[in-house]
């Protein structure tokens, strides 16, 4: 897998939203989240909100940040587990 | 996207949950799914947001197709069988986020280094 460092743009807006907005966002994430709780399972899934705007800098940006959210999360997990450190926040 | 095909499609996306590890025979078939992530448009700011929190209800707009979801209907008529009975009203990602956007913020700066990426490569794989 190779990362284009240089086609990301800087400076980027990320942040955790506790408003997903009640359309079909919204909802195919808690029906997501429904099967998973009523099957006894972790809900080990997340959604993410990416802007609409589809010119081919947001394309990339928005390749390149899924990508790093993927490795976040696996991160994240494995920190859980006690098999990785804490974030250094560089 | 109809509410109707999404409450049919998202079964069939994580497959046979209760029978991922008890089958043997049918292992190789389906791969085990470690986690799951949608991704959808919201509007054109240019934010990019992870979501903690779903809702199980207030679903007032109408779908591409025009149709409403009519859940308050679907519940009287359902009852118990309605396929969101018993759930709460809002549903939180089990997956810390907080840690989560720290990582992914010190993900995606300009200028970051190969040699940390290839390292935390080694660690996913």
Avoid at chain 2, 29 to 46: N, R, W, Y
Wanted: proline share 4%.
């Amino acid at each position: 897998m190779v990362l284009d460092a240089d086609r990301i743009q800087d400076n980027l807006d990320l942040r955790i939203s506790e408003d997903a907005g009640r359309y079909l966002c919204d909802f195919i994430y808690f029906s997501s989240m429904a099967h998973l709780r009523k099957a006894g399972k972790k809900r080990n899934v997340v959604f993410l909100h990416v802007p609409s705007d589809c010119a081919e800098q947001n394309i990339a940006n928005g390749k390149e940040l899924v990508i790093q959210l993927v490795r976040s999360l696996v991160e994240s997990e494995l920190a859980r587990r006690g098999k990785l450190g804490k974030p250094t926040g560089n | 996207m109809n509410y109707q095909t999404v409450r049919g499609l998202v079964p069939k996306l994580w497959g046979d949950l209760d029978n991922e590890n008890e089958n043997p025979a049918g292992r190789d078939e389906k791969p085990k799914i470690d986690f799951a992530v949608h991704i959808g448009m919201a509007g054109p700011k240019l934010v990019y947001s992870i979501e903690r929190r779903a809702h199980r209800d207030g679903y007032a707009m109408k779908d591409v197709d025009g149709e409403f979801l009519r859940d308050q209907d679907r519940k009287l008529r359902e009852g118990q069988k309605w396929v969101w009975h018993g759930e709460p009203p809002e549903l939180l990602t089990d997956f810390d986020l907080d840690d989560v956007l720290v990582r992914w913020k010190g993900h995606s700066p300009v200028g970051f280094s190969l040699h940390s990426f290839s390292q935390s490569l080694l660690v996913w794989f």
